[in-house]
């Protein structure tokens, strides 16, 4: 593997970690770096930070089995090198996967569709598989947004990319994400009628984020 000064990183999110925000997982890759010493560009202006680009900040509470992260080097550093490092200093429930160099060229990530994954209760079965079937079998599938002050209607069903509910009992989904607004998994659970699952402790995963480039 040649160096680079662009790599892109998959990265897994899991345990207690899953109940940290987007934006405290930015700071802890900034203090792994740091740890790491890996020879990071940054930004300009009064509070330079390292470019970095996640591809899809993740909700709170959701678990992340192949998150993605662009990072930009100020000298070449060899990916795999890179790698060991960061395995090295990441806290628990923070396990790199893998990486890839980039060229000097390349632009952000840019994801097309993600897929998430939760556990159903047996008892839910038969219902979340009507549910389910009811869905993919209709045209459109409307929701009401509420926001303060306002309200809007938004479309799930063509968001909705694919679903099953395996013999295992899982349910899987891959929902379409777009720059003008996606769909959120919380609301394709409402649809289903298991909304009220991760009330009560289950967790919903999310297995992929696909990209464009």
């Not at 997982?25 to 770096?33: G, K, T």
């Not at 998150?67 to 060899?78: A, K, T």
């Not at 160099?101 to 038969?126: I, K």
């Not at 609301?187 to 298991?194: D, G, N, Q, R």
Request: charged share 30%; with cysteine; net charge neutral.
């Amino acid at each position: 593997m040649t160096e680079s000064t662009k790599v892109r990183l998959r990265f897994a999110k899991c345990g207690d970690l899953r109940l940290v925000s987007h934006r405290d997982i930015m700071r802890c890759l900034e203090r792994m770096l740091r740890r790491a010493q890996v020879p990071m560009a940054v930004t300009q202006g009064f509070n330079p930070r390292p470019k970095m680009t996640f591809a899809l900040a993740l909700g709170l509470g959701i678990e992340g089995q192949r998150e993605v992260v662009d990072l930009e080097f100020s000298e070449p550093l060899e990916p795999s090198e890179l790698l060991s490092r960061l395995t090295r200093v990441a806290p628990p429930g923070f396990d790199w996967i893998d990486v890839r160099p980039l060229p000097a060229n390349a632009t952000p990530p840019h994801p097309r569709t993600v897929e998430y994954c939760m556990p159903v209760l047996d008892e839910r079965r038969a219902m979340a598989q009507s549910n389910l079937q009811s869905l993919l079998t209709s045209a459109s599938w409307l929701l009401t947004r509420r926001r303060p002050n306002r309200e809007s209607t938004f479309d799930l069903r063509p968001e909705l990319v694919a679903a099953e509910l395996t013999a295992e009992v899982l349910l899987r989904f891959r929902l379409k994400v777009s720059p003008d607004g996606s769909a959120r998994p919380e609301e394709l659970l409402e649809a289903l009628a298991l909304r009220d699952l991760l009330d009560h402790g289950t967790v919903l995963t999310r297995t992929d984020v696909e990209l464009d480039w």
